[in-house]
């Protein structure tokens, strides 16, 4: 039966009709950032993230690993690991309100995703998800979800998908997640109660949403936005907004 939802769902997505999937999470300001963290944020050279970077209600204190260099402004940073700027609630007006607003909206998403209900895929494979095909639709799982294998995210441009996961994220080592027919990261959504971890040289793909902790190991990349309520930390890592 799953098989058979995967093939027509996947079939649909790729007919360029219909947008297939559950209706797309509004990030509001949070989706002006690569990172952002209630907690901090910290990286281990030569991580390169492309996109801005925020922390709040935490000082800059909290951006660790960048050799910040601070505007003549005072209203952000730069360093060389980030194409992009850094903002801190420690910086001078009007980033702390516009970081209040931006760290408000990730909790607004947080929610919303969460609380969807109908999922089209309960617990699918009891949430070791290795090697399979992805279609667009709402999932959830009531545990962690794993992935030792590359999984393949399929579907159509305009396609949607909402990863709800109650447990913990783990992704192992130089393994994949993968689009195919179109797909785009922007349109695809992991929601996690629980810490979320990829290990050494594995890949990204989608915006996360985080409850707690976000740790992208060496060698990592990632085609996402992470967007956690506690700290994002990067070892050696890439991220692409």
Do not use: C
Request: charged letters at 5%; proline letters at 4%; aromatic letters at 6%.
């Amino acid at each position: 039966m799953i098989s058979n939802l995967f093939t027509i769902s996947f079939l649909a997505a790729l007919s360029g009709v219909v947008a297939v999937g559950p209706a797309a999470v509004n990030l509001g300001t949070a989706g002006n950032y690569a990172i952002l963290s209630e907690s901090g944020v910290s990286i281990v050279p030569p991580s390169v993230i492309t996109g801005s970077v925020g922390v709040s209600p935490i000082a800059a204190t909290g951006l660790t690993g960048f050799s910040l260099t601070l505007d003549p402004t005072g209203q952000f940073s730069t360093s060389g690991q980030v194409v992009g700027e850094l903002f801190a609630a420690s910086y001078t007006v009007p980033t702390p309100a516009t970081l209040t607003v931006a760290i408000g909206d990730m909790v607004a998403a947080y929610n919303d995703a969460v609380g969807r209900v109908n999922a089209n895929f309960s617990n699918l494979a009891s949430g070791a998800i290795d090697g399979l095909i992805l279609a667009p639709g709402l999932y959830n799982w009531t545990t962690g979800v794993s992935i030792g294998s590359d999984v393949t995210i399929a579907g159509g441009p305009t396609d949607t998908w909402i990863f709800q996961v109650s447990g913990t994220l783990t992704i192992a080592g130089a393994k994949k997640m993968v689009l195919a027919g179109g797909a785009l990261a922007s349109n695809i959504v992991w929601v996690v109660a629980g810490a979320v971890t990829a290990g050494p040289g594995s890949h990204l793909e989608g915006v996360i949403l985080g409850k707690t902790s976000i740790t992208l190991e060496t060698g990592t990349t990632a085609n996402s936005r992470l967007l956690s309520q506690t700290a994002v930390a990067l070892q050696k890592a890439t991220v692409t907004n």
